[in-house]
């Protein structure tokens, strides 16, 4: 789906899925968008890429406590953080540790 600005009234008016969440992007800033989970629980987050072009994403937070122009400065100071480096996922997701049989 195309991106189109959001507003109070359109992420109010988004019907709830029933069984994935549905994800609204913003036209204003790359990458901000809302999800809408089947419950009706509302989560503002904003989706980047590392700098080994791994897609990540990190949440604001919720609709409720959050009016969309505060989630909107939090994610222009997320990708500005992103930018200069001092968010910095792992490289690698951690692996689980396995007994070989050689060492068993």
Known sequence: ?????LTRSII?????PATKP???YDAEVPGFHVKV??????VFAI???????????????PFAPLTLT????????VLL???????????TPPRRHRM?????
């Open 47 to 61: 989706g980047y890429r590392t700098k080994a072009q791994r897609k990540a994403t990190y949440t604001i937070g």
């Open 70 to 77: 505060q989630a909107r400065d939090l994610a222009k100071q």
């Open 37 to 42: 989970y089947p419950t009706g629980r509302r």
């Open 100 to 104: 070989s049989r050689t060492s068993l």
């Open 81 to 91: 953080t992103v930018a200069g480096g001092a968010i910095r996922p792992s490289a």
């Open 22 to 24: 549905v994800i609204r």
């Open 1 to 5: 789906m195309a991106a189109l600005k």
């Open 12 to 16: 109010e008016n988004i019907e709830l």
